[in-house]
């Protein structure tokens, strides 16, 4: 499988704390991304990184990339409890998008 | 939002019965992704489109078929549904694939229950 796996499987923290989730992958790559999942809802995107990137912002958002080591980490800054979701990253390749297993976040008010 | 529907939202069926799910889109976009989702397996892609009657396996396509005879449809069929096939089911689209560095929109989810 190609799939990727994110570490940790399960997060829990303290609202306004950092949340860090690792990705990472088995093959060549042409972008990374990350997506949030709600209960009982689909994924939603977050951020792309491409291969050639090393690291990326969007708001609280803190994307890195590295190709050498096959791996990728989001960071959320200042959490808040709406963050609480699932993360997924996802690389893409060819025509398809290849998901990882996720990261369960949950931030406690 | 992304202009994707899936329908139904949620189906009971019994094992050995044909299901069809569907997935229609507004956007235009050229690919078309069908993905199931279970505990611990996080999404695992099924059947792709890259364009009218152009389809493709995915990672766990036995037991599943797809057509797509215009661009906005995308129609998932199990044959013969067994209880494995219990699963929430997952239409994602995306403009240029992988490789374009374009993002994928998904439904909402189908949550099909074989019984």
């Known amino acids: 499988s190609q799939q990727g796996e994110e570490d940790p499987q399960a997060l829990s923290i303290q609202e306004g704390e950092n949340a860090t989730m690792n990705c990472s992958y088995k093959t060549s790559i042409n972008n990374l991304q990350w997506y949030r999942q709600n209960s009982g809802r689909g994924l939603v995107h977050l951020i792309l990184i491409r291969s050639n990137e090393r690291e990326k912002h969007s708001g609280r958002l803190r994307v890195t990339l590295d190709t050498s080591k096959k791996s990728s980490s989001l960071l959320i800054t200042a959490s808040r409890a709406a963050d609480t979701a699932s993360y997924f990253c996802a690389t893409g390749l060819g025509n398809q998008f290849y998901f990882g297993t996720g990261t369960s976040l949950t931030v406690i008010p | ?115």
């Open chain 2, 1 to 115: 939002d992304a202009g994707i529907t899936q329908s139904p939202r949620h189906k009971v069926t019994e094992t050995g019965t044909p299901v069809t799910l569907r997935c229609h889109q507004t956007e235009n976009h050229r690919y078309m992704y069908w993905y199931r989702q279970d505990p611990g397996h996080g999404l695992r892609l099924i059947h792709y489109s890259y364009g009218v009657k152009d389809t493709d396996k995915g990672e766990v396509s036995d037991g599943y078929s797809v057509s797509r005879s215009k661009t906005e449809d995308f129609l998932l069929t199990l044959e013969s549904a067994t209880s494995s096939q219990t699963s929430v089911y997952f239409c994602a689209i995306s403009e240029g694939g992988g490789r374009m560095n374009t993002e994928a929109f998904f439904g909402q989810g189908t949550r099909l229950t074989v019984v």
